[in-house]
């Protein structure tokens, strides 16, 4: 790889353990190498048995994930490469933007483990850059996080086909938005829907059972009807009106459920966690619901919130942020959720057979959510497994973050700086002496430490990765470990 150090754009090389005896390499260059490491416990020369530059013009690309797979005693290698590239006249009309990220989903096979041919090349295309990007281990689906959708611009064995032209309303104009919006907490959905001007509470009619729903305006359309995608309590379920919006609550029958829908079947809703997304869609779909353009100009609106009042990691993005799921044969996403302003923090490997779970900010705290490799069609594809309590605060005020990550068990979380240091922040652990609140008197039960780690050198640091009890850091000339004490 020395020969290529010139070469202009270059990345760090990146490096995948994919089995005990393989390894993926993206040089950082514009190639992508394939080796066989045999027994890594014992001393002997890497092998290349597949190298290609999968980018066109040889580009220089990430290589953000690899996973090996086997399909009829067929070996496969699925590997996902990504770059940036500027748009050309053609692509700045229909993105929008300036430059494109691209990700290259490149699989390869094998029989015998030896020879390998490059067989399949997806290409997606996102005007925005990403923060979370993993393939499940099958090789079949794609989870990605972004600010921005990506959709599928190339698939070398199957063509992509053009999305259906949108609906339009009775007006001639395009389906802007959702139907409604929905939410949902341990105890209870809320949806909301915008109603056209003049309707009260009698125009509108409600029946619900443990399981089915037929909630509407009478003569008129429904706003949700069918089976209910689990049970509720049905004495504990109301709905509000107030003027053009209304909002209907269900209360879950088993608490900590999650749905991923209201009504089996129904898509016309879209989830969301955050109420500014929610007043921004419903203040859209006011206009599409009367007969004039603006049919009360004077009507008093909410005051507007001071900008100055947030901090800046607490800006909302531009675009709204999004965790969807591709199906890498049908080209369609299979879940899409909203994830609002929760931040996304980092990612991390827990387990080995599942996709790299993700950490995102809700309020100050850290919440790491797990991908499943496969889901039903209505079951949630994602689900929570740890919480690093005030860990979204402890990282804004990190200005010279470079590497953010967790062991595997959630045990202590990691952010390190561009060089020397590193901070380790642990999950709090019960005390058995008495200790109590100075201010208040209150006893604590738990403690949880924060440590640092100085590193004697004076190098960039270009990587960390951590185990349950060991931290490993890589700089420009040294890798250090670090032992972590239970």
């Known amino acids: 790889m020395n ?3 010139s070469v202009t ?8 353990f994919v089995s005990e005896d393989m390894a993926v390499v993206g040089d950082g260059a514009g190639k992508l190498l394939l080796y066989y490491t045999g027994a890594r416990n014992t001393a002997q020369e890497w092998k290349v048995v ?3 530059d999968p980018v066109e013009d040889k580009a220089p690309f990430l290589l953000v994930d690899a996973v ?7 070996h496969k290698l699925d590997c996902l490469c990504v770059h940036v590239v500027e748009c050309d006249s053609e692509q700045k009309d229909k993105y929008r933007a300036t430059h494109l990220t691209v990700m290259e989903w490149i699989t390869l096979s094998s029989g015998d483990k030896t020879s390998w041919v490059s067989e399949r090349c997806r290409r997606l295309h996102g005007r925005r850059p990403y923060d979370y990007a993993a393939l499940n281990k099958e090789g079949s689906a794609l989870i990605l996080g972004a600010e921005a959708d990506f959709v599928f611009e190339y698939d070398s064995l199957k063509p992509i086909r053009e999305e259906e032209p949108m609906e339009t309303n009775s007006n001639g104009q395009g389906n802007t938005g959702p139907e409604y919006t929905w939410s949902q907490n341990a105890e209870e959905v809320t949806a909301q829907f915008t109603l056209p001007t003049g309707l009260t509470k009698a125009d509108i009619y409600f029946s619900l059972s443990f399981d089915f ?7 008129g359309k429904h706003l949700l009807k069918g089976q209910l995608f689990r049970d509720v309590e049905v004495e504990a379920s109301t709905w509000t009106i107030q003027n053009q919006r ?3 609550t269900l209360c879950k029958k088993e608490e900590e459920e999650v749905w991923s829908q209201v009504v089996v079947g129904d898509n016309r809703g879209e989830m969301t966690m955050d109420p500014a997304l929610i007043a921004q869609i419903h203040e859209r779909l006011a206009g599409l619901t009367s007969d004039q353009l603006n049919p009360d100009p004077e009507e008093a609106r909410e005051k507007p919130y001071n900008s100055q009042q947030l901090e800046e990691c607490d800006v909302f993005p531009e675009d709204s942020s999004t965790l969807m799921r591709f199906d890498g044969d049908t080209h369609k996403i299979t879940h899409k959720t909203n994830t609002g302003s929760h931040q996304f923090l980092f990612s991390a490997p827990l387990d080995k057979d599942k996709p790299l779970a993700l950490c995102l900010r809700h309020d100050v705290d850290g919440i790491v959510w797990q991908p499943e490799n496969d889901c039903k069609e209505l079951q949630s594809p994602w689900h929570h497994v740890s919480t690093f309590n005030a860990f979204g605060y402890v990282q804004a005020s990190k200005q010279n973050r470079r590497f953010t990550v967790c062991a595997p068990d959630c045990s202590f979380a ?11 922040y642990r999950q709090p652990v019960a005390i058995e002496t008495e200790v109590r609140n100075r201010k208040n008197g209150r006893q604590i039960n738990s403690v949880a430490k924060q440590q640092v780690v100085s590193l004697e050198c004076s190098d960039h640091i270009v990587g960390i990765q951590t185990t349950s009890q060991k931290l490993y850091i890589l700089t420009e000339s040294i890798l250090h470990a670090v032992k972590i004490n239970s």
């Open 9 to 16: 754009g270059r990345l760090n090389a990146s490096l995948y």
């Open 68 to 74: 090996l797979h086997s399909v009829d005693n067929t």
């Open 246 to 248: 209304v909002e209907l």
């Open 213 to 219: 729903i037929d909630f509407g305006i009478k003569n």
């Open 3 to 5: 020969s290529q150090s």
């Open 414 to 424: 990691v952010i390190c700086d561009m060089w020397r240091l590193a901070y380790v």
């Open 50 to 52: 597949f190298s290609n």
